[in-house]
Nanobody
């Protein structure tokens, strides 16, 4: 069982920045961030294939958010740097982890087996 611990959420004004962190208790090939706003389905934000260090972003966050990993030995941490935040970015952000399939990761809920508790991001306009 992989445990995930998120941190870094908070409240910020539109145009501001936040950085989320997620530490996993065990190494997995795929890690990512998803978010859910009240009344909406959970959606993918960004994922990273930790083996080849490739990333995928959802269209609404491209150019504003950056997912990265800590490459230090024995570290299982991914970050989500969020710039130019908008009110529509307000959501509960979940860290997720799972294995690669045929070497790839996909920005889909079903790809990920393990989920964190979520960290709230609130952007005020």
């Amino acid at each position: 069982q992989v445990q995930l611990q998120e941190s870094g959420g908070g409240s910020v004004q539109a145009g501001g920045s936040l950085r989320l962190s997620c530490e996993a208790s065990y190494t997995t090939g795929c890690m990512g961030w998803f978010r859910q706003s009240p009344g909406k389905e959970r959606e993918g934000v960004a994922i990273i294939n930790r083996v080849v260090d490739s990333t995928i972003y959802a269209d609404p966050v491209k150019g504003r958010f950056t997912i990265s990993q800590d490459n230090a030995k024995h570290k299982n941490i991914v970050y989500l740097k969020m710039n130019s935040l908008k009110s529509e970015d307000t959501a509960l952000y979940y860290c997720a982890a799972g294995g690669r399939r045929a070497g790839i990761c996909a920005i889909e809920d079903s790809w990920f087996e393990y989920w964190g508790q979520g960290t709230q991001v609130t952007v005020s306009s």
